[in-house]
Nanobody, 120 residues
Framework: QVQLVESGGGLVQFGGSLRLSCAAS????????MGWYRQVPGKQRELVAR???????NYADSVKGRFTISRDNAENTVYLQMNSLKSEDTAVYYC??????????????WGQGTQVTVSS
């Protein structure tokens, strides 16, 4: 089974930017939908953004206009560019693969997560 490894998280000031990367151990071209989710303690994991093999995207309302998801099938990597970060973006961010529809539930493959902390 393919493994996903996230990187790029860290501590950033309010209004700053970060770029998360999700490197896969195998071809991501076989996954129709790949995405980023996030979770804070005591809350359910929530969708941040998803992208299909054809480049269609879906974003949570809270990140629209600030975050951009992209995928590079040749490099087997998915990215999340996060701009204008807010305190409420603080969370552990998880990469996901295997979703069958853009607006459907997440797939079965998850990364280990990377912490993003936005300081005010």
């Amino acid at each position: 089974q393919v493994q996903l490894v996230e990187s790029g998280g860290g501590l950033v000031q309010f209004g700053g930017s970060l770029r998360l990367s999700c490197a896969a151990s195998g071809r991501i071209s076989r996954f129709y939908a790949m995405g980023w989710y996030r979770q804070v303690p005591g809350k359910q994991r929530e969708l941040v953004a998803r992208v299909t093999t054809g480049g269609m995207t879906n974003y949570a309302d809270s990140v629209k206009g600030r975050f951009t998801i992209s995928r590079d099938n040749a490099e087997n990597t998915v990215y999340l560019q996060m701009n204008s970060l807010k305190s409420e973006d603080t969370a552990v961010y998880y990469c996901n693969a295997g979703g069958l529809r853009l607006l459907g539930p997440p797939g079965d493959v998850w990364g280990q997560g990377t912490q993003v902390t936005v300081s005010s």
